[in-house]
């Protein structure tokens, strides 16, 4: 029996029993206790018939399964009574906690994410709390940083539904329990015997320290939107992109180069890769790996940004080996941990799903795909960059399809045109502040070309989001979303099938 069946019918059958589990999360562990016990059945039926086929296949996707069970039981467990999930909703409350995540700095109000140590009710009862709340500063002022100390006075409630986006899971997917709205913020004085300074990792302090002055030379160098334009492409962020920008790179299937996903870091390494052009492509592996184990700490490594990496790194072990069994079996092995971890990643995180399709994508249709981008120049990643993008396009369109009934018919076109220009526009972006830090006018002189690059993005995007019909609403439902995924599955095996029979068994003669 092939080690690689067995792992298939354990990682197989954990992942759908994960995803059939949201829907009765209350049974996983009276469920996971019978299939415990079928599993004991079965070990000892393999025991009575050891030359019994699907026997091993059978007890692997039971423990599958039982895997599964105990996941999602134990997210099901209630919170402890001193869990902040536990009070009373929109009770005045007065917090103490430590800041963990790196604020979101808006406009008009910044979060920050406080994990709470103590918590004094509207009844003046003082107790030790846990959890994370997300608190919510209008006043702007003092600017707090990751590992400060803050006293928290404002109305402790639950997350909500805003206009049908359930914004209680988007938050639980952070780890965040309760919201602390109409705040106001100071740092406590030290009580005798309690510690004093800064909280949290000195490392992920000094990190996102660095990215937000790196943010604040790219406002100094570009003006907007180019410079929150530079700024999602370097680092991620956001949150200052005005929101007609968002809308033409949303219509024109674009989004992916704002953010930090799996499907991103993929594109960004095969552009370093090009960088590399003069070495073999097996040699640009490992230095590719350096960067994004470099870009990662540079974007302040949370749990986002690291699992963008790990699914990037996939995506490009994908592109360079040839090796699809062996790549197959680390995507799936590396979704089984995430999940295992926190389920609620496959039920309601679009860019755990996105980026998991999209990797999928790559492992099966990269290469698949190279000989159709064979007329593009390899010089700083471009055709790597596009058989990435039309790769991990195949399998994320009908998902994308099915969860936002959108569809960009401009998008393929879009893709084309621009992913010549990002490499060109991230690197002199990346040496405009670097230079900057040295000699700021010279760095002014960088910025300029790569202002040239972004206003030329910028252009291109707006006017394939101004064409008729350039995004049209579309429905797909789950049967025939299955059905489709059903004829990629159907389509790949039938490509991959072996064009000539396998040898006979040792021993057994021919004929």
Request: aromatic share 10%; hydrophobic share 50%; with cysteine.
């Amino acid at each position: 029996m092939r080690r690689s069946l067995l792992a298939y019918a354990f990682l197989l059958s954990f992942l759908t029993a994960v995803f059939l589990l949201q829907w009765q999360q209350g049974l996983a562990l009276q469920g996971g206790l019978w299939i415990l016990l079928s599993l004991g059945l079965c070990a000892a039926a393999l025991s009575l018939f050891p030359r019994y086929r699907l026997a091993l296949p059978a007890l692997a996707s039971l423990l599958g399964i039982v895997c599964a069970c105990a996941a999602v039981a134990r997210i099901t467990l209630p919170s402890p009574p001193e869990h902040v999930s536990r009070i009373t909703d929109r009770s005045a409350v007065v917090l103490t906690g430590t800041v963990t995540d790196e604020p979101d700095r808006r406009p008009s109000l910044t979060h920050y994410a406080v994990s709470v140590e103590r918590i004094r009710t509207g009844s003046g009862t003082v107790r030790a709390a846990r959890g994370t709340v997300l608190v919510r500063d209008t006043q702007g002022w003092p600017r707090y940083r990751y590992g400060d100390r803050l006293l928290v006075r404002g109305t402790l409630r639950k997350p909500w539904t805003i206009n049908e986006f359930r914004y209680d899971r988007y938050l639980e997917l952070q780890g965040i329990s309760a919201l602390v709205t109409s705040a106001e913020l100071e740092q406590p004085a030290a009580a005798p015997g309690e510690r004093t300074g800064r909280g949290g990792l000195p490392l992920l302090g000094a990190l996102y320290a660095l990215k937000e002055k790196f943010e604040q030379r790219i406002g100094q160098i570009q003006p907007e939107p180019h410079a929150s334009f530079l700024a999602g492409l370097l680092t991620g962020s956001r949150r200052s992109i005005p929101n007609d920008v968002q809308e033409d790179f949303q219509v024109t299937g674009l989004t992916h180069i704002l953010a930090i996903s799996g499907y991103n870091v993929t594109i960004i390494l095969a552009l370093f890769g090009g960088l590399l052009f003069w070495l073999p492509l097996r040699a640009r592996f490992l230095p590719s790996l350096a960067a994004l184990l470099a870009f990662t700490l540079f974007t302040g490594a949370s749990a986002s940004v690291v699992r963008a990496a790990i699914m990037g790194a996939l995506g490009l072990l994908a592109l360079q080996t040839g090796r699809k069994a062996e790549v197959r079996l680390l995507i799936l092995w590396t979704a089984f941990v995430m999940l295992l971890w926190k389920p609620q990643y496959l039920w309601w995180d679009a860019g755990f799903q996105l980026s998991f399709l999209a990797i999928v994508g790559l492992a099966e249709t990269g290469t698949l795909l190279l000989p159709l981008t064979r007329f593009f120049p390899s010089v700083l990643g471009i055709r790597e960059s596009l058989t990435a993008t039309l790769s991990a396009q195949v399998f994320t369109l009908p998902w994308i399809l099915f969860l936002f009934h959108r569809v960009s018919l401009v998008s393929p076109i879009a893709n084309l045109l621009v992913a010549p220009l990002l490499p060109l526009a991230m690197l002199l972006g990346f040496l405009s502040v670097c230079v900057s830090a040295v000699s700021f006018p010279l760095g002014q002189a960088v910025g300029y070309g790569a202002w040239g690059v972004l206003e030329l993005i910028l252009r291109i995007t707006h006017a394939l989001a101004s064409l008729p019909s350039a995004s049209l609403s579309a429905s797909l439902g789950l049967g025939s979303l299955a059905l489709l995924y059903g004829v990629f599955v159907a389509l790949l095996v039938w490509k991959n099938r072996p064009l000539y029979p396998p040898p006979p068994p040792p021993g057994e003669r021919a004929g």
